[in-house]
């Protein structure tokens, strides 16, 4: 298996330009999950969704941020505009069921001038 | 709002044993899971249970609000930032802490 995959690994843009991450949970997995890093605040869940269906997207800062899951193997997490202070490492994760432990992918390095 | 606490850094010697604290206000958790993150790679679970357990040199302790994951014979390669999440029952997603930067001193 090939694991979760993101992309791009690294995204350098402009403030104010749209931003859009990418990935592909592990095939079977039921529940895909958007993380972002940082060093104030570790691991922050941002959105969570079952069956492709958005269940808790409470942790999304701002409306500037979306994300969507049209398919069981893939979502994408959006940004538009993007500004500064979302430069962080943007992590993807699935799981298969309630109860099996998270897989990580490695990660895409925002960075916003 | 349920929250996660553990050190935000910890140094050990080689060789020694190095304890990182995790506590929690999550209510009806019932299991922890520790992650290990290499800075750009992908956080991988380390060791996860609902009593102490063990997997190598990681030993995990349980107990209802708090956990501690102990690392033996601590090497260089062990600097890296450990992650505890406790488990809540049913579908909720993991809460982690801030994470825990271990640095090694030779």
């Known amino acids: 298996d090939a694991g979760v995959i993101q992309s791009p690994r690294h995204e350098v843009t402009e403030m104010g330009q749209e931003v859009t991450l990418r990935c592909k949970p592990i095939?079977?997995?039921?529940?895909l999950f958007w993380y972002r890093q940082t060093m104030m605040r570790g691991l922050e869940l941002l959105i969570y969704?079952?069956?492709?269906?958005?269940?808790?997207d409470s942790g999304m800062p701002e409306d500037r941020f979306s994300a969507k899951m049209p398919n069981a193997s893939f979502s994408t997490l959006k940004i538009q505009p993007s500004e500064p202070r979302d430069s962080a490492v943007y992590f993807c994760?699935?799981?298969?069921?309630?109860?099996?432990?998270?897989?990580f992918g490695n990660g895409t390095r925002l960075t916003v001038t | 709002k349920d929250q996660v606490f553990q050190p935000s850094t910890v140094a050990s010697s080689e060789g020694a044993v190095v304890e990182i604290f995790c506590n929690h206000s999550?209510?009806?958790?019932?299991?922890f899971f520790w992650y290990l993150h290499f800075p750009g790679c992908a956080p991988r679970l380390l060791v996860k249970?609902?009593?102490?357990?063990q997997q190598g040199r990681y030993n995990m302790t349980y107990e209802r609000f708090s956990s501690s994951l102990l690392i033996l014979q601590v090497r260089e390669a062990d600097a890296a930032v450990y992650y505890c999440?406790?488990?809540?029952?049913?579908?909720?997603?993991?809460?982690f802490g801030k994470g825990t930067r271990l640095s090694v001193i030779a």
């Open positions: 994760a699935s799981r298969g069921t309630a109860n099996s432990p998270l897989h």
């Open positions: 095939s079977g997995h039921d529940y």
């Open positions: 969704f079952n069956n492709n269906v958005p269940i808790d």
């Open positions: 999550v209510s009806n958790a019932y299991n």
């Open positions: 249970g609902s009593k102490p357990s």
């Open positions: 999440a406790p488990r809540c029952s049913g579908n909720t997603p993991l809460v």
